[in-house]
């Protein structure tokens, strides 16, 4: 059924939303700014988005306060609030193929992908955090007998979203399920090159019952609308999923206005360690590749540096360069395709740059490394991988946010932790040995906020995901999450006798 002809008939129909959603009503740029919203695939202009600034950021906020201050939302008893994220989670599910076309065809990603990861991972997500509502107690801290202390947690109120174009509905998913099931109201900033998922799913988040003011979603570009968010002093907290640099933009925000909690999840260059005690390589090299090509490597925290036992080297990286060749990517709406184009021109264009850079520095290029034209559009790029990479070359410190992969051998277990902990970032890091307990010395020893073990990548609603060091703090996913949208309460009760 979901052959390339279906795929692209269903996208021909498609209805693209092009204006913010504020207040349960479609806004427009009150200076009629636009920016185009663009399909990598194909070069063409799907829509000319409402580029909301300050004017639409103001009138966001105050309808998420009034919406907070007045609404029903966060007084509604914790199962009523459930209903609706289980409804919205099931509408999700009865979009599957519009929401997936839309994250498809606005960043490239292959469309089975959004159809078979992305959508549903995203409606459980709803679905979890609404589930988890009436499952969560307050407590009663030990006192006196003359004393009653009880400590509860609270919505902060306003919340401020900022996503990136990587995993547009997902990402989306990940901020609002916790911060809307804690009572909050949300204004929501989608990547300027990703915004269509963002505006349909507050569109079915109304239709599930979701009181208006509630969701509000500002599309526009960082520089205004981001901005404008990260000094708003009527937001109390603001989460971004995003660059290093543009984190530490909001903390700098954060502190020129009114303090508010920001929670940050940046960058990352996530090492990969495979030893010679794993006894089967070929799962390691499939998933090596995996954990670099999924997604056309656009995932903060892909596995893009390969750290190898020198013994295994050789053998692993023939075997690394067979499960390399079969993500070239193709046509993002053709099922065949494992992997799709690049978000746009620019990113593409740093990524090719960083690979030029890379040969320059010495490293080897053993296969991938050009830029490709499927169907017109140049979006593309080989599966790439790098051998011989020295620590102080520039692909093993920055993040290319590509398929790229940099990859570096090593004799003993000490220099691998060290090689792989050898990064201002920390947020994830894949182990390969089956010796027991060798695995559990070295991801003791690893700085990263998940550490996979013989897997790459681990990820489930229920644990938490996020790192430290420069790819930030606080965490998305699990109950923690709720640690970012709700303040504690002490209330103390003296007694009389």
Excluded at 96 to 115: C, Q
Excluded at 288 to 294: K, L, Q
């Amino acid at each position: 059924m979901y052959d390339l002809g279906f795929w692209q008939q269903r996208a021909a129909d498609l209805r693209f939303i092009d204006t913010a959603l504020i207040g349960g009503r479609q806004v427009g740029a009150q200076d009629g700014a636009t920016f185009a919203a663009i399909n990598p695939a194909t070069q063409r202009t799907l829509a000319q988005v409402a580029a909301c600034g300050q004017a639409e950021v103001d009138l966001a906020v105050g309808m998420a306060r009034r919406a907070y201050e007045q609404g029903p939302w966060p007084r509604m008893a914790p199962g009523e609030r459930k209903k609706v994220l289980l409804r919205l989670a099931d509408l999700i599910m009865a979009h599957r193929e519009e929401l997936a076309l839309l994250d498809s065809l606005n960043m490239g990603k292959p469309v089975m992908d959004a159809y078979n990861i992305d959508v549903p991972g995203s409606a459980h997500v709803f679905a979890w955090y609404g589930e988890a509502l009436d499952k969560l107690y307050d407590q009663v801290a030990p006192t006196a007998a003359n004393v009653l202390a009880t400590i509860t947690r609270e919505a902060l109120g306003v919340v401020a979203a900022v996503v990136p174009w990587n995993f547009p509905l997902d990402m989306a998913a990940w901020k609002l399920a916790p911060a809307l099931a804690a009572g909050n109201s949300v204004v929501l900033k989608p990547a300027e090159q990703s915004p269509f998922s963002a505006l349909r799913l507050a569109e079915l988040a109304l239709q599930a019952g979701l009181p208006e003011g509630v969701l509000n979603v500002v599309p526009g570009l960082g520089e205004q609308a981001g901005r404008a968010l990260g000094l708003h002093p009527d937001v109390d907290c603001l989460v971004f999923t995003g660059s290093t640099q543009v984190g530490k933009y909001f903390m700098q925000y954060s502190a020129q206005s009114n303090l508010k909690q920001v929670w940050l999840e940046c960058g990352g260059k996530s090492p990969n360690l495979v030893f010679e005690n794993c006894q089967d390589l070929d799962l390691a090299a499939e998933k090596a590749a995996f954990g670099i090509f999924f997604n056309q490597g656009e995932v903060c925290s892909a596995n893009s540096r390969l750290y190898v036992q020198r013994s295994v080297h050789d053998e692993f990286l023939e075997r690394l360069q067979a499960k390399a060749r079969l993500w070239m990517p193709g046509n993002p709406l053709d099922p065949a395709s494992r992997a799709g184009a690049i978000v746009d021109a620019e990113q593409t264009g740093r990524i090719a740059a960083a690979i030029d850079r890379a040969q320059e520095e010495g490293a080897r290029l053993l296969c991938g490394g050009r830029r490709l034209v499927v169907e017109g559009s140049d979006n593309y790029i080989e599966p790439t991988i790098f051998s011989d990479v020295e620590g102080g070359m520039s692909l093993a410190r920055d993040e290319v946010f590509g398929p790229v992969l940099a990859v570096s051998a090593f004799d003993t277990e000490e220099q691998a932790v060290s090689l792989a902990n050898d990064s201002i970032y920390g947020l994830a890091a894949s182990v390969w040995s089956d010796d027991f307990n060798q695995v559990h010395r070295v991801a003791r020893a690893l700085k990263a906020g998940t550490v996979s073990v013989n897997a790459v990548d681990a990820l489930d609603v229920t644990v938490p995901f996020g790192g430290g060091k420069q790819s930030g703090f606080g965490r998305d996913l699990s109950l923690h999450s709720f640690d970012k949208y709700s303040q504690l309460k002490t209330t103390w009760y003296q007694l009389r006798n």
